[in-house]
């Protein structure tokens, strides 16, 4: 029997919802389990589950492995995507996001469950733009949530590469100002409280650091 499978080969190929689907199911007990490899086959490549033990087990493997390898693909951040014939552009300026957006993010980065409420807080429908500078709309609510959740899976990737490495900028110069302005070393209290305090969405930040480690994805 033939099996029509639409194999992705880029992030662009895999949506945010059958990523989300699929991480569900990838956990510690069923790590590496020949299920797992079916599921992935399942989600990603579009074939009813039981019909994945008609493929050879060495092709399973195979397709296997490329969804893995498409997995772990280096992303930059997407500034400007269109979805549904509609431009969303990402925040222009975070230093002026306001408290609300702040929360939201707060609450949903991180979450792979929620990464499509975070996606809507940090993607709206640009109102504006001329040459490569935009103006979104302003924040009402995760009301584009459902519409994040059919983005390609780059959208979400680079995202939080770029929350991680700007997390991890902030928090290095927090450290070094502050060691040149007090000329000493800091001990590991006062280094957990700055962690804590000095930057923002710190809980996001683990969370991000889990999900890029699980993907093997090196933050650069």
């Not at 194999?7 to 790590?31: A, C, G, M, R, Y």
Request: charged share 25%.
């Amino acid at each position: 029997m033939k099996l029509k499978l639409q194999i992705p080969d880029s992030l662009n190929d895999i949506t945010l919802s059958d990523f989300q689907k699929f991480n569900k199911v990838n956990t510690e007990e069923n790590f590496n389990s020949v299920f797992l490899m079916q599921k992935k086959i399942e989600i990603f490549c579009k074939v009813d589950l039981n019909l994945t033990l008609n493929i050879k087990y060495k092709d399973l493997l195979e397709i296997s492995s490329h969804i893995d390898d498409v997995l772990n693909t280096d992303i930059d951040l997407i500034p400007v995507i269109k979805l549904d014939d509609i431009e969303y552009g990402f925040i222009p300026k975070l230093d002026d996001i306001s408290l609300g957006e702040y929360i939201d993010l707060d609450n949903y980065l991180g979450n792979w469950d929620d990464m499509h409420k975070a996606l809507a807080v940090l993607y709206r429908p640009v109102v504006y733009k001329k040459g490569e500078r935009y103006l979104i709309e302003d924040y009402d609510g995760t009301k584009y949530s459902e519409i994040m959740q059919n983005s390609p899976l780059s959208l979400s990737i680079g995202a939080m590469v770029f929350f991680w490495n700007l997390n991890s900028e902030l928090l290095n110069h927090t450290l070094s100002y502050l060691k040149s302005q007090l000329k000493t070393e800091l001990n590991p209290m006062e280094l957990q409280a700055l962690e804590q305090n000095g930057v923002g969405i710190n809980q996001s930040l683990h969370s991000l650091q889990e999900i890029l480690r699980d993907l093997n994805i090196s933050p650069s």
